[in-house]
DNA sequence: AAGCCCATGTAACTGGTTACATGATTCT
DNA sequence: AGAATCATGTAACCAGTTACATGGGCTT
């Protein structure tokens, strides 16, 4: 059950509402760790409550909750990043499409590669300009939460997915010529 | 609905039973693109079937049946890989785990992400050796499959992964003496 | 003939998505 | 006052996992 430990994770890096855990699962997040509801987050919370991963901190207007991970909630977060594990079950429909390049022609190949590096492209040059100011906010000495590093990994995954199209599109092209 | 789509991709490539599928699943698929047990597929084929997206031209000993893409299913995979999509949802409790990194205390994020190069490292060099035997196996003019390209992704994608993990600890080492 | 892997199937359960629902506060 | 957004909740449905079940065919 890795939406537990999502939770979690995002806790652990500051305390939050329901309603803004789900904000933050729709950023960077959702597109290459882990995505999740509002609907599937609050009777979580409730469960990890009542488990004592995590308590309530503050009670706020609109009838809001704010939660921070307890010293179990944080044993357990350790707990879990420790387990060793190879491979485990990914899902991806970006890479899942791109696999199946092999069975178009080329004529399509090639649009569908472009459009990626595209829009690739276009990603990683928000991103860059995003992560650049919040580099310049930054203030010495305070760790980089969440966000920033997720970022990072955003910008370089974009970038290998891109790579790796146009490998597979001359890597096709080259088998093309030979026959 | 991926699942259909990831079965149409596999069939693309070329013919196969549910029982193998199956097993193309648990390879480097499941670890980069997507997963499916038996459970889900045989139903799923059977529905597929009677969509007309495949259908089956071999039945062959202990009941097996093997299923190829009709020109039906052909369109509809490339219907699929054409539709625009920025970032869909993805899952990955790899990434998962490393972002929570930095909720771990110096000592505990250096092992892990020392364990984690050394994992990778073993695992792109294992890919890297059955590439190069799929390359010497493989003749002039046929179009490299899925699998092949699946694994330049993994070892891409594993390399990426010790990369990123180490530039986190070295980011967050630089905040720590900042400090 | 025993044991193993091939090959398919279903049922029960859990995780996740979509849709529906409602009240509280802020903004204009 | 009305609209937009904050904030939480639940119910119905669909996707996915785990467990159970069965028979065929190959090897020793």
Request: proline share 4%; glycine share 6%.
């Amino acid at each position: 059950m890795s939406l537990r430990h999502a939770i979690l994770g995002l806790l652990a890096d500051h305390p939050d509402t329901g309603y803004d855990l789900a904000k933050r699962f729709d950023g960077m997040l959702s597109g290459f760790a882990w995505h999740a509801s509002h609907s599937q987050i609050y009777p979580e919370l409730k469960k990890m409550t009542a488990d004592g991963l995590i308590e309530v901190i503050n009670e706020g207007a609109r009838r809001s909750r704010t939660y921070t991970v307890t010293d179990a909630g944080r044993a357990e977060l350790r707990r879990w990043m420790f387990i060793p594990q190879a491979i485990t079950p990914a899902r991806n429909e970006h890479v899942l499409r791109l696999l199946s390049l092999a069975s178009l022609d080329l004529d399509d190949t090639r649009v569908l590669v472009e459009r990626l590096a595209t829009t690739n492209d276009e990603l990683t040059s928000a991103l860059r300009t995003t992560l650049a100011e919040a580099r310049e906010r930054a203030q010495p000495g305070v760790r980089p939460g969440y966000s920033p590093l997720a970022m990072e990994f955003a910008v370089r995954y974009l970038d290998l997915e891109r790579d790796w199209a146009r490998w597979m599109l001359a890597e096709l092209e080259k088998h093309a010529a030979e026959s």
